[in-house]
C-alpha cells in the first residue's frame, strides 16, 4: 500500500554546467552561462543568455512520471494563457518547438540514491528529459523567519489565490498522482504510527489524526480544483525586503483536490518551518479571501487539515527512515511543537478566528446573473423609466464591505468605479457613528451643538488659513448653487468660466455651469480646454516635467518638448485659453464672476496638469474681478495622493471650495468653505439656511471619515496603491494597443481608450469578470478608475487583469 505512493523521488541527474551550457546551445539555441540551481529532485541551472535573458533549464527526474511530466507543462501553459501576469515560470519550447525536450547523458546521468518513490528503483536512464523555463525572480520565503514582515503573509495568501483563480478548468490526468502528503492517502501511512518513537510523540500524533475519518467524509462535499499543493517557503519567492510574496515555483506536487488543502498546507508547512506563527493565519487568510472567497465549509475543514498534514509529515519521515533513507530529526521536534501548541489554543477559537479573518462566505465572483425583469419593471414604474441604471444587465446591490459590493444572489464585484463610500463601503467606524448619533438626536443648525463645529474645526485646520468658515448643505450640487451666488454676490459679476466638458451638478444654476449635460451652454457661460500630455507621459509630466504637448481652442498638438521648455508652452497655451475665453465673455457684455473648476478634471477626461497649466488661469480670473471657487467632489478628502486638496496638487488657492460625495462616506453632506467676511455677508444678504444641512448625523459622519482617512493611512495608500495601478496599466499598454493613455493621479486613473465603442465594450467586458468600472470625457473613451480608498496592490492585479483578459477576448 505504501509503495503506491510518491514520497521520494530519485535524485537528480548528475549533470555539469558545461553539459547544462551544451544542452542549452543545441536544444534551444542559446548561448548561455549556467550556473547550479537548488533543486529537490530535478537537476536545476540557471542559464543568463548572451542576450540578456534569465532562464532556467530543468534536467527532470529520470524516475518522475510521463503523464506527470506533460501535466506540468500542461499546466504551466493553462496559466499563461488564464493570468499571464502572474510571476510563475513560463515554458520556453525547445527550437523544434516541443515543451519537454529529451537529451542523451553520459554515463546514464542519474546520480545514485532512489529510495521509495515509485518503484524506489534508480534509473538507469542513458537519456533525460529536459524543460527550460523562465527565471522567476526573488529569494525564497524560507529565509524569512516568524514574525514576518508586515503585509507578507497578506501578499502570500493574495498570491495563492490568484494562482488557484488562475487553476480554474485545468484538468490533466496527472492531477491524479498518489503523493504522499495528500491528507486524503493518509490511510496508507497509519501502520508507521506503531513505529514512532518517543512514545510521547506517538500520541500527539494519533491524536492529531483521530479525526481522520470525519475530514475524509466532510472533504468529499468541498469544491475542489487544480491545486498546486505545495505552497511553502521554499516554493514561494519574496521580494529583497521580504514584505511582498513576489512569486511561486515548482507546480511538481499538482493535485486536484479541495481548495481547503491548499491553504491548510501553506499553514502547516509555514508553521513547521518556523515561517510565521498561528497569530499571522488571519492575515494570510484575509490576502486569499481578497481575490479568492471562501466558504465557510472550507474554513471550518482547516484545523483538521493542518493537524493532519503535520503527523503526516512525520510518518512520511518514519517511512523513509524505515526504507533506509536518511533524514533529519528537525522535522519531528518542529512537527511536535506545532501539534502541541495547535492543540492549546484549540480547534473553536482558531476556527473562529479564520472565519472572522476571510469575512465572506458563500459569494461568487463576477458571473453574469439575470436581474428579475419583476424587479426592473417596478422600478421603471416606480422612477420612470428614463432614470438612469448602470448596465444591461443591472446589478442589484444588497450590501458594500470596503472595496467590494455584493448583489442579491451573492455575486461580488470589485468595485472600481464609487468614490462616495471613500473610506470603504459600510465602513465600521461610520456606521457606528452614524448610528450612535441617530440613536441620540437629528437636530438641525439652528441648535447649538458639538459635533458640527468640531467637524468645521477639523477641516479647516487642514485649509489654507482664510479658509476658514464652513456653511452645510446635502449635495454636491447644492455645494456649487452656493458657491456660485456667493460668487456673484461678491463681485457683482455675472459670467461664469469653467473646463470644457465639466460636471458641476443638477441645480438649474449649476447645470448652466456643466457643459457635460448641458445643451446649450448660456451666453453667459465660457469654457478652458482640456490640457491635453503627451501620450503615455502624462503622469511622469506632472511631476518630473517630462515631454508634454498641448492642445487648446486655438491651437492643436504640439511636438512634445522636454525641460523647462515644458512649463513656458503649459503657462503660453493656458494663458492664451483664458484671455481668449474671457474676451468672449466680454464681448457678450458679462464679466466673470467665478472659474469653477473640478480639481480632478474628472468629465473633462481626467487629467493631472503641472502646477504650471494653472498659474496663468487663476492669474488672468483674479485680473478680471472673478473668484476661483475649487470644487473638491471628486479630488478632495486625499484622492490623488500627493495631497488632502486636489487644488493644492493643481496650484491654486480658491476662494470657495466645495464638497459632496466623499465627505458623508454614503451618508448624504455637502459642504462650502469660505472666507467668514465672504461667508457672514452671504449669510446677511440671504438669511441662509438648510433643514438637513449639517445636521448632527452628517456632523458624526463626516468626523468619523477623518478619523479613519487618519487611521488607516488612507491617503498614503492612495499614493502607494495609485501608482503602482498606474504603473500596472502602463505595462499593459505596452501589449494592448487600443490603451492611448494612461494619466491621472492617486485613485483618480484615466485609461484613455481607442473609441467610444470600445470603451463601453470595456465596461462590460470588466463587469463580466467582476469588476466595476465607468466611462469619462467628452468623447466617452476613457475608462474611469476611482475606487474606495482602501483599494490595495491585490485589487488592481484583479483589474489588470481583467482589463486585459477584457482586451484580448474577441470581440463580438
Ligand atoms: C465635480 C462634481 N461636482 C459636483 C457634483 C454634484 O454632486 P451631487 O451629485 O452630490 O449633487 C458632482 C457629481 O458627480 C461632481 O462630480
Not at 295 to 310: F, G, H, K, N, S
Not at 512 to 541: G, H
Not at 576 to 591: E, K, M, P, Y
Request: with cysteine; charged share 20%.
Amino acid at each position: 500500500m505504501v509503495e503506491g505512493l510518491l514520497a521520494l523521488r530519485g535524485q537528480p541527474p548528475a549533470v555539469d554546467t558545461t553539459t547544462a551550457e551544451s544542452v542549452a546551445l543545441d536544444l534551444y539555441g542559446l548561448t548561455a552561462r549556467a550556473t547550479p540551481l537548488e533543486g529537490e529532485r530535478d537537476r536545476n541551472f540557471r542559464l543568463d543568455t548572451s542576450d540578456g535573458r534569465r532562464l532556467v533549464l530543468k534536467f527532470i527526474d529520470p524516475e518522475a512520471d510521463e503523464v506527470v511530466v506533460d501535466g506540468q507543462s500542461a499546466a504551466l501553459a493553462h496559466i499563461a494563457a488564464t493570468a499571464p501576469l502572474l510571476s510563475v515560470p513560463r515554458v520556453v519550447g525547445t527550437r523544434g518547438g516541443e515543451l519537454v525536450g529529451v537529451v542523451p547523458l553520459a554515463g546514464g546521468g542519474a546520480a545514485a540514491g532512489g529510495g521509495v518513490g515509485r518503484g524506489g528503483q534508480g534509473s538507469a536512464a542513458v537519456s533525460c528529459r529536459v524543460r527550460l523555463v523562465s527565471f522567476v525572480p526573488g529569494r525564497l520565503m524560507q529565509e524569512v523567519r516568524s514574525p514576518a514582515p508586515a503585509g507578507l503573509l497578506r501578499s502570500v495568501g493574495t498570491r495563492i489565490a490568484h494562482l488557484d483563480r488562475a487553476l480554474v478548468g485545468f484538468f490533466h490526468p496527472a492531477l491524479a498522482q498518489p503523493i504522499a502528503w495528500d491528507v486524503r492517502r493518509a490511510h496508507a501511512l497509519l501502520p508507521m504510527l506503531a513505529h514512532v518513537q518517543p512514545p510521547k510523540l506517538q500520541r500527539t500524533l494519533r491524536a492529531a489524526l483521530d479525526p481522520l475519518e470525519q475530514l475524509l467524509q466532510r472533504m468529499r462535499g468541498l469544491r475542489s480544483q487544480a491545486i498546486h499543493g505545495d505552497c511553502h517557503g521554499r516554493n514561494l519567492l519574496v521580494n529583497n525586503a521580504g514584505d511582498a510574496c513576489v512569486g511561486i515555483i515548482d507546480l511538481g506536487d499538482m493535485i486536484h483536490a479541495p481548495l481547503a488543502l491548499e491553504i491548510a498546507v501553506t499553514m502547516a508547512e509555514l508553521l513547521t518551518d518556523g515561517n510565521a506563527s498561528l497569530d499571522e493565519f488571519p492575515e494570510l487568510l484575509t490576502g486569499y479571501t481578497s481575490l479568492q472567497p471562501l466558504e465557510r465549509a472550507d474554513v471550518e475543514v482547516l484545523y483538521d487539515l493542518i493537524t493532519a498534514r503535520v503527523a503526516l509529515g512525520v510518518l512520511i519521515q518514519v517511512w523513509r527512515e524505515r526504507d533506509g533513507a536518511q533524514t533529519g530529526s528537525d522535522l519531528a521536534t518542529a512537527s511536535e511543537a506545532v501539534l502541541e501548541e495547535l492543540a492549546s489554543r484549540g480547534k473553536e477559537d482558531l476556527t473562529q478566528q479564520w472565519l472572522d479573518a476571510t469575512g465572506i462566505q458563500s459569494v461568487r465572483m463576477g458571473r453574469r446573473r439575470v436581474v428579475p425583469a419583476d424587479l426592473v419593471r417596478r422600478r421603471h414604474n416606480a422612477l420612470g423609466a428614463n432614470a438612469e441604471l448602470s448596465y444591461d444587465q443591472p446589478l442589484h446591490l444588497v450590501r458594500g464591505e470596503g472595496v467590494w459590493v455584493f448583489t442579491s444572489d451573492a455575486e461580488r464585484l470589485l468595485d472600481v468605479y464609487n468614490n462616495v463610500p471613500h473610506v470603504g463601503h459600510a465602513h465600521p467606524a461610520v456606521v457606528a457613528a452614524i448610528a450612535n448619533q441617530a440613536k441620540r438626536i437629528a437636530s438641525n443648525t439652528r441648535y447649538l451643538d458639538t459635533r458640527i463645529i468640531e467637524y468645521v474645526e477639523r477641516l479647516t485646520e487642514t485649509l489654507p488659513p482664510d479658509l476658514d468658515a464652513c456653511l452645510f448643505v446635502n449635495s454636491g450640487s447644492e455645494a456649487n448653487d452656493i458657491a456660485w451666488r456667493m460668487a456673484k454676490s461678491h463681485t457683482g459679476h455675472e459670467g461664469a468660466l469653467v473646463m470644457t466638458f465639466a460636471y458641476h451638478g443638477i441645480t438649474d444654476a449649476v447645470t448652466a455651469l456643466s457643459p457635460a449635460i448641458c445643451a446649450r451652454v448660456p451666453p453667459y457661460v465660457e469654457q478652458i480646454a482640456a490640457p491635453k500630455m503627451a501620450p503615455n507621459d502624462n503622469a511622469a509630466a506632472s511631476t518630473t516635467g517630462a515631454a508634454i504637448a498641448a492642445t487648446s481652442t486655438t491651437s492643436t498638438a504640439t511636438a512634445p518638448l522636454a525641460g523647462a521648455d515644458i512649463a513656458n508652452v503649459i503657462a503660453a497655451t493656458a494663458e492664451a485659453d483664458v484671455t481668449n475665453a474671457i474676451a468672449r465673455l466680454n464681448s457678450r457684455g458679462f464679466q466673470p464672476a467665478a472659474l469653477m473648476i473640478d480639481s480632478a478634471l474628472t468629465s473633462t477626461g481626467i487629467y493631472d496638469p503641472p502646477p504650471a497649466w494653472i498659474a496663468p488661469i487663476a492669474a488672468a480670473v483674479r485680473k478680471a474681478g472673478g473668484l476661483i471657487i475649487g470644487d473638491e467632489v471628486q479630488f478632495g478628502l486625499g484622492r490623488s495622493g500627493s495631497h488632502f486638496w486636489g487644488f493644492t496638487r493643481r496650484g491654486y488657492h480658491p476662494d470657495i471650495v466645495t464638497l459632496g460625495k466623499p465627505v458623508g462616506n454614503g451618508y448624504p453632506l455637502g459642504v462650502v468653505i469660505t472666507r467668514r467676511a465672504l461667508l457672514e455677508k452671504f449669510q446677511r444678504d440671504t438669511g441662509f439656511f438648510s433643514t438637513f444641512g449639517g445636521n448632527p448625523v452628517a456632523a458624526a459622519a463626516g468626523l468619523a471619515v477623518l478619523d479613519v482617512l487618519d487611521k488607516e493611512r488612507l491617503v498614503e495608500n492612495a499614493r502607494t496603491t495609485g501608482d503602482y495601478f498606474a504603473r500596472r496599466l502602463k505595462e499593459l499598454a505596452q501589449t494592448q494597443p487600443a490603451i492611448r493613455e494612461v494619466r491621472g493621479c492617486g485613485l483618480m486613473i484615466g485609461v484613455e481608450l481607442t473609441d467610444r465603442a470600445t470603451t463601453k465594450y470595456v465596461v462590460n467586458g470588466l463587469r463580466e469578470r467582476g469588476v466595476l468600472t465607468g466611462s469619462e470625457g467628452p468623447l466617452g473613451n476613457v475608462l474611469k478608475l476611482r475606487p474606495p480608498m482602501p483599494f490595495r496592490m491585490e485589487h488592481v492585479e484583479i483589474v489588470v487583469e481583467a482589463l486585459n483578459a477584457t482586451l484580448s477576448a474577441s470581440r463580438p
